[in-house]
């Protein structure tokens, strides 16, 4: 994956320098079975599920560094287009503001410009990164006892990355044809922080209600497979009415045998297919109707 995205990505566009771990260390070997599985195009769920044996804390700490290099080359790619005039607030959408804090120059929630938010959030995590207290990387060095919570924050904060490349830039994701790999670093990110409960449930709305923007949208939502990849909506429901019809007709037919009989299990079956289906309908009508209903929102600020 890494290796498509520095394909499609100009490399000299990377917003930081890259955090990389010293050869020889085990941190360094953790982070070569998880770029080798990704690589492989292994399944995705399964490759961020923690090895048999293995310090959940170095994996998390392999994971985050990993995760702020590719999404620091993401937002590299478009960070000319995101400036303060065109984003003169740090946002996913009309719903979801993010104001910045910190422990020096703003101990309150602040509203700032993307581009300064960026700035001052890559800044942020380096420091953590590259503190040998919070990651150390000799051998011996124990994480700190609130490692687990800092690496929370950090995710928290690079997911609003995504955010708002997805909502605000996703344009010039397009343009470039890099869709399908920031998909899949994205897909990585979710089920790595679902997987070890590393992100609030709450944080993840912006993305969960947006099915046009090809993210998980409909193609997760069905199973990975594109909606618009499949016939238009009224041969599907036109599809689906001739099933019913034909279940009925294979249940009326079965009556009229008397005893139980293959008409009854084919005509079961049928409906019960288009009841599956009715149900997947539904619940992609809930997730669009909920994003119809977060634009009319006032916004929601989250530092």
């Known amino acids: 994956m890494s290796i498509a995205l520095k394909q499609v990505f100009n490399k000299d566009k990377t917003f ?13 070997e953790l982070h070569k079975r998880a770029q080798a599985s990704l690589n492989s195009a292994v399944d995705l769920k399964a490759s961020v599920q923690l090895p048999h044996g293995e310090d959940l804390n170095d994996w998390v700490a392999v994971h985050v560094v990993d995760f702020f290099n590719r999404i620091n080359l993401i937002y590299g790619t478009v960070c000319e287009f995101c400036t303060e005039k065109s984003c003169p607030m740090m946002s996913g959408g009309p719903r979801y503001e993010y104001r910045w804090q910190d422990e020096q120059k703003y101990k309150k929630p602040t509203p700032l410009p993307a581009p300064q938010y960026m700035n001052l959030l890559m800044d942020w995590i380096e ?7 919070i990651f150390p990387t000799s051998i011996g060095i124990p994480f700190p006892k609130n490692f687990i919570q800092i690496c929370k924050k950090i995710l928290c904060r690079l997911f609003r990355v995504f955010v708002h490349v997805y909502i605000h830039h996703f344009d010039r994701i397009l343009l470039m044809g890099a869709e399908a790999h920031v998909n899949t670093c994205y897909k990585h990110f979710y089920y790595f922080a679902t997987e070890l409960n590393l992100i609030d449930r709450k944080e993840l709305e912006p993305l969960v209600c947006l099915p046009e923007r090809e993210i998980f949208s409909l193609e997760f939502i069905m199973g990975e497979k594109h909606a618009s990849s499949g016939p238009p909506l009224c041969v599907q429901l036109f599809s689906a009415l001739a099933l019913v019809c034909f279940g009925l007709y294979c249940i009326v037919k079965g009556v009229s045998f008397g005893l139980f009989n293959w008409w009854y299990i084919l005509g079961a079956a049928c409906l019960l297919a288009t009841a599956f289906a ?6 992609v009508c809930v997730i669009m109707a909920q994003r119809e209903m977060a634009e009319g929102d006032p916004c929601g600020t989250l530092p």
């Open 16 to 28: 930081r320098p890259k955090r990389r771990f010293e050869p020889g260390t085990q941190r360094f």
């Open 127 to 133: 420091m953590q990164i590259n503190n040998e207290d």
């Open 278 to 283: 009715a149900f997947r309908v539904y619940e």
